[in-house]
């Protein structure tokens, strides 16, 4: 069994977050932590908080050709991972492949973010991303702490091209 940490989030892939912050910020009452844009990847995304504590990730593509957009073509809108927290990303890519499950997208930085995925053909269609904070780092746990407010990242401040 894996050293899971703890459930970090559920990532829900958007066309346009803006057009679903009346559910998931309004409605169910969702607080912004943080966000950012990944131009190298092509997508934004924006974490909300809810009790629990939980977080659901909105992830909207920035492109027209990247993996998010492909995703959305071919699935629509819907969940597209969730990601549990490891103490060993090694020792839990190991023991992922020797139970028969297919790890692909592994990055391993031992002194920064490392992560893996297991591909949805082998976890009966969901995405499961593995993922590790570097020790004695911590990601924004509440709202306020990080430093773009949702609305600058919406309209675009770290580059983004959509909004």
Known sequence: MLNIGKLDHVAVAVPRIRDVLPLYQDLLGGQYIYGGDHLDQGYRWIQFLYPGPF???LMEPLSD????????????????????????MEASIAEAEAAGYDVVNAHLD???????????KSTSGVLIELGK???GSK???????????LEELLDGVMGGRRN
Request: aromatic content about 14%; charged content about 25%.
């Open 110 to 120: 031992p002194t920064g973010w490392s992560e893996a995925f297991l591909h949805p």
């Open 133 to 135: 904070i570097p020790e």
């Open 139 to 149: 990601e924004p746990e509440v709202p306020g702490e990080f430093a773009h407010s």
């Open 65 to 88: 050709d990247g993996f998010l957009q492909r995703f959305l073509d071919t699935r629509g809108p819907g969940m597209h991972h969730v990601l549990f927290y490891v103490d060993d």
């Open 55 to 57: 977080k659901i990730e």
